[in-house]
């Protein structure tokens, strides 16, 4: 049976900038191994796609990025 898993990653770019990203992915039975990687490429896609939640908005968020925190939990569906 595949599973929600819920994200939320959160860091800080050039100049300081603050940023969180969160979203669901669905993963397939046995697939949790992969699951950070799916969560690096969607986080990775929505701060270079204007997406993210900047703490400071505006200024743009540019790289590197440096990642803070990484929270995944499975919820119900």
């Avoid at 669901?24 to 701060?47: C, E, H, K, W, Y």
């Avoid at 997406?51 to 990484?70: E, V």
Wanted: positive net charge; charged residues 20%; aromatic residues 10%.
């Amino acid at each position: 049976m595949s599973r929600n898993i819920h994200y939320t990653v959160a860091g800080n770019a050039r100049d300081n900038q603050t940023w969180e990203v969160s979203g669901t992915i669905l993963i397939p039975p046995g697939g949790f191994r992969d699951a950070v990687d799916q969560v690096m490429r969607a986080t990775f896609i929505s701060l270079t796609h204007g997406k993210a939640i900047y703490g400071k908005p505006g200024l743009h968020c540019m790289g590197p990025y440096h990642f803070t925190k990484l929270v995944m939990e499975e919820k119900e569906t």
